[in-house]
């Protein structure tokens, strides 16, 4: 199932990809948006980039599902950890 | 469609989702996830003091973005022949392999090189400009765990790749081994995307 996957042209497409989203990405840092909207972008083509590395580069888009899970179990943890430390990082 | 099939028509196949194709595949995943707790702990410890501090200096002002910008691309570029090099030896072409995978590791290693090269400009110059110094400053110790403990791993994946480009020249791994390798080099690149948001562009 994953020879299939394993196209040198994709590989290539998702190399252009990330490419121009970094281009995008140093670019509005320099472009003095407002600080909420360009967190909230960055923070979007950060996650992008790293959502298109880890279903391509590393196959998780054509392997088991169980390695997804694996796979995002520690994004989960570190929501968790924000969510717990909130009241540490807004005291009243 | 048999009785059986039926049954089971929209649960999980037959074949149990736990059981790899490759054990050592999933090994890999399984330290990543670990790995990426470590990362995410510090991520968020970071997070956190940056927003407690007062005076926490933009970091463009103090960083090179152009510079990161350029290490960004040689990343992603070394992952892309990462992928190239393990597509070669599935294909079962050694030389093609071989050619992608030291440009896999000559990537790490100028990446390497840069990192060394602005952590002595940036320890020589640009934090004694701003008042900024290790152990004395958050914005300089976060910076240095983060960007330290990124550089580790790649220290040890162009170690780890290494090894593994002179044990397929001996007829050691294959492909599969390969695969797990660069598991572990893309996790680097994604860990270094990251990095470079958080520490550097915002």
Redesign the interface.
């Known amino acids: 199932m994953s020879?299939t996957a394993?196209?040198?042209a994709q590989?290539?497409k998702?190399?252009y990809i990330?490419?121009a989203l970094?281009v995008v990405?140093?670019a509005i840092?320099y472009m003095g948006l407002p600080k909420f909207l360009?967190?909230g972008l960055?923070?979007i083509?950060?996650v992008w980039?790293?959502a298109l590395?880890?279903m391509h580069?590393?196959?998780l888009k054509f392997e088991?599902?169980?390695?997804s899970i694996?796979?995002i179990?520690?994004?989960v943890?570190?929501v968790f950890?924000?969510l717990m430390?909130l009241p540490?990082?807004f005291p009243r | 469609m048999s009785d059986a099939a039926a049954i089971h028509a929209g649960a999980e196949p037959a074949e149990a989702?736990?059981t790899?194709?490759s054990w050592g595949?999933?090994g890999m995943?399984?330290f990543?996830?670990?790995d990426?707790?470590s990362f995410?702990?510090l991520?968020?410890g970071y997070?956190?003091l940056r927003?407690?501090s007062k005076n926490w200096p933009v970091p463009?002002a103090v960083l090179g973005?152009?510079l990161t910008?350029v290490m960004?691309?040689l990343l992603?570029?070394s992952?892309?022949t990462?992928?190239?090099a393990?597509?070669a030896i599935?294909d079962g072409d050694k030389r093609r392999f071989k050619k992608f995978m030291g440009f896999t590791i000559l990537g790490g290693l100028i990446f390497l090189g840069l990192q060394a090269y602005e952590w002595t400009h940036l320890i020589g110059h640009t934090l004694p400009e701003h008042n900024l110094a290790f152990s004395k400053d958050l914005f300089a110790t976060t910076f240095f765990i983060l960007t330290g403990f990124h550089g580790m791993h790649v220290t040890g994946g162009v170690i780890y790749n290494t090894s593994v480009l002179a044990a397929v020249s001996r007829g050691r791994y294959e492909a599969k081994h390969v695969?797990i390798a660069?598991?572990y080099w893309?996790?680097v690149?994604?860990v270094w995307?990251?990095i470079?948001?958080?520490v550097y562009?915002?």
């Open positions: 020879s394993h196209s040198t590989y290539i998702i190399f990330l490419l970094t990405e140093v840092v360009l967190i960055l923070i083509l950060a980039k790293a590395v880890a580069f590393m196959h088991k599902k169980f390695l694996v796979a179990i520690p994004f943890l570190c950890l924000i430390l540490d990082i | 989702p736990l790899p194709e595949k999933l995943w399984l990543l996830a670990g990426a707790m995410g702990g991520i968020v997070g956190i927003h407690a463009s973005i152009n910008a960004t691309f992603i570029v992952s892309v990462m992928v190239l393990l597509a599935q695969e660069g598991l893309h996790f690149d994604l995307i990251l470079f948001t958080f562009l915002l």
